[in-house]
């Protein structure tokens, strides 16, 4: 799985961005409140809406993206790459702890204190949050810098969900860790793909 950097934190991607009139892999549809984001796979499909005006592709072949000055970036892993029967922590705790494992190794870091936190929405769908200080001297006053790193994640069947954003000085905390934690919560899935132009015209509609 190829992995990049955002800052000095990882995430992972095994996705191929689509163009708005291809039917498989993600794509963005623009919404009254925000844009859609569809992943269509023969086998089983998602979308997501994230609240915000201004869009922008950062590096769309790599799942990039900025919401109002909030850069995003997805992350689908097949549950299958880390999943073990023979634990007792479900999916989204196993791969909280696949990724913190990761990070720790290649940062030699110590996160043995690093926790998620749990959320549910009234429908039972749970969302996986945790967060990353990036460690930076008082004397590096650029609201360019990173200086927080923020996950969230859900899954389904066959995949968890994450989408990472890195934080500047820019960007307001709550208001970035909402607009993850709110969209995933919202998460609508389905066997099979999601078809492009009924949902379009759907949100015409709206």
Known sequence: MKRIFIGVFF?????????????????????????????????????????????????PEELIFSIDGQIVQFTIVPVKEFFKNDLTLDTLLQHFEFEKKYISNITNSDLQNLKPKLLKSKTGRKVCFWELNRNTSYLDTSSENVTKQIFASTNTYKYVILISSPLTKRNDFKKSKNRLINSLLDLQRTQGMFNLDLIRESLKRD
């Open 11 to 59: 995430v992972s991607i095994a996705l191929l961005f689509a163009e708005n009139n291809s039917n498989e892999g993600l794509n963005v549809i623009k919404s009254k409140n925000g844009f859609v984001f569809v992943f269509n796979d023969s086998s089983e499909s998602f979308k997501i809406e994230i609240k915000g005006k201004k869009f922008v592709d950062v590096e």
